[in-house]
């Protein structure tokens, strides 16, 4: 039953997953009154690779979420494993974080309780109109209303910004097992049909994601391409059952429209291979905060488009490497080659290093071995 309470607010936020709690969070930052809805109750799980890179790792601390040694564990640098050679890059200056989904959810809905974030769990948004939203408990009045109700986003229809189809769509499915760590970086296995990632998420469990473009290929039937990791997990436990998602490229034309704006996948995803999905919503949500308090939502649509480019083009070129052989084995044997520049375009796609920083030098020898025949 709908009642007649009316909630009073600067900013309503649909979607109370970790890109609508880091918005909330970095709004109310900056003085501004958020209200955030969302269906489900807390913990929000969903299929992720749980690994979040240094500059995620940064973005937490900045909005004030700290994680202690049980809820996460450190790790160094991506591992590239496929077509008969092992690639691994350091990253140069911090490292990233494995951490279950729902440990993170639960931290930062704990910091969005701390600094005064009106969360409304199990509450239906029935839809969003200039300065009003309906829901099953009542409504709401704001000057802005976000979208960040992910990559099926109701708001992006409800506001007219759903123009931009997926241009890549792929199926991922995770697991958890008992198990210690084997390493400190997040592994990513090549297969000649899927790809499997590997990351560290407890000192006891680790977690596996499987993608591909078959929605038959799980983490069971994927296993026997990778006998080596099959290996490691002969006799332990899977603690969870195989969660699965879509995992899309796409673009956006537009994230802002009037008094609304889209954030995180609601507003444009990237391929899961790049492991930043959740690194590009707290970007996003950083910038987004930033624009309303400036009361100018185009400094957040050209941030947005800045933000998300970089793994735009990487999202294309490991798809790129998903379908071909030859050229897998050239990227993966240059980057063995080369494991200092592997750590430097770690840190280039991370954010945390400047391209124009990377060097002319850098590039000729990585063009050079990506170009001549491997040995």
Request: net charge positive.
């Amino acid at each position: 039953m709908v009642s007649d309470a009316t909630i009073k607010t600067d900013v309503f936020i649909a979607g109370g997953g970790p890109a609508g709690l880091a918005t909330a969070i970095a709004i109310r930052k900056r003085g501004l009154r958020v209200v955030v809805a969302d269906l489900a109750k807390p913990p929000i799980d969903k299929t992720c690779g749980e690994g979040l890179m240094p500059q995620t790792v940064a973005a937490l601390k900045d909005l004030g979420v700290t994680l202690g040694p049980a809820q996460a564990v450190p790790f160094r640098g991506i591992r590239f494993i496929g077509e008969g050679s092992v690639a691994t890059g350091d990253f140069p200056t911090s490292y990233g974080l494995g951490i279950r989904r729902t440990t993170l959810h639960e931290a930062l809905v704990q910091r969005a309780e701390e600094v005064g974030v009106q969360s409304l769990w199990r509450t239906r948004v029935i839809s969003i109109d200039h300065g009003k939203v309906s829901l099953d408990s009542g409504k709401v009045q704001c000057r802005w209303a976000i979208g960040a109700d992910g990559q099926n986003s109701l708001v992006r229809k409800w506001v007219g910004l759903d123009q931009g189809r997926p241009q890549e769509s792929r199926f991922g499915f995770r697991q958890h097992f008992r198990v210690a760590p084997w390493t400190d970086f997040v592994e990513v296995h090549w297969g000649r049909r899927c790809q499997i990632v590997v990351t560290p998420v407890t000192p006891e469990e680790v977690c596996l994601v499987v993608t591909s473009r078959s929605p038959h290929i799980r983490v069971k039937e994927a296993l026997s391409q990778f006998p080596e990791i099959a290996g490691r997990l002969a006799g332990c436990q899977a603690v969870t059952k195989d969660l699965g998602a879509i995992s899309a490229l796409r673009i956006l034309r537009k994230v802002c429209r009037g008094p609304f704006a889209l954030v995180g996948d609601a507003s444009g995803s990237v391929d899961s291979l790049t492991g930043e999905g959740l690194g590009l919503a707290f970007q996003q949500a950083n910038a987004l905060a930033e624009a309303l308090a400036h009361d100018d939502l185009a400094r957040y649509e050209v941030a947005h488009r800045r933000i998300n480019r970089p793994s735009e083009v990487m999202s294309r070129l490991l798809l790129a490497m998903e379908n071909r052989a030859w050229l897998r084995r050239r990227v993966i044997d240059a980057l063995a080659r080369e494991p200092q520049l592997f750590g430097r375009l770690l840190a280039v796609h991370d954010g945390t290093f400047s391209p124009l920083n990377f060097g002319f030098g850098s590039f000729f020898r990585l063009g050079w071995r990506l170009l001549a025949n491997p040995s």
